[in-house]
């Protein structure tokens, strides 16, 4: 049947934009601060109240770790998910 798209481009960071019940955002901060993959976390006055930056060498650890870990966590309504494509990114230090 082919390789999952997931296995045809190579995946290392994730932005996930979360949505969550007011007032329960320093919760869900300080349970995403217990996640491995879970590199920065930003609280945001847009129409998604935190961002977290993902990231695994794995496309499978990350999808597990997005689906598994962030959005089944209490007082969250929804995410998206934003991908990183390994070859086509840049920072500024």
């Known amino acids: 049947m082919g390789q999952p798209i997931w ?3 190579v995946m290392s960071t994730a932005y996930v934009l979360i949505s969550c019940r007011l007032g329960k955002e320093e919760e869900i901060i300080d349970e995403l601060k217990n996640i491995l993959c879970v ?3 930003h609280g ?3 129409a ?3 961002v ?3 990231v695994s060498d794995s496309a499978d650890v990350l ?3 997005i689906t598994w870990q962030i ?3 209490p007082d969250i309504i ?3 998910t934003v991908m990183g494509i390994k070859g086509q990114e840049f920072k500024r230090d």
Do not use: C, M, N, Q
């Open 44 to 46: 945001t006055f847009v």
């Open 7 to 9: 296995d045809g481009i």
């Open 52 to 54: 977290a930056k993902v």
């Open 63 to 65: 999808r597990e770790t």
């Open 78 to 80: 929804s995410t998206i």
């Open 39 to 41: 590199k920065e976390i």
């Open 71 to 73: 959005r089944k966590l």
């Open 48 to 50: 998604y109240d935190i």
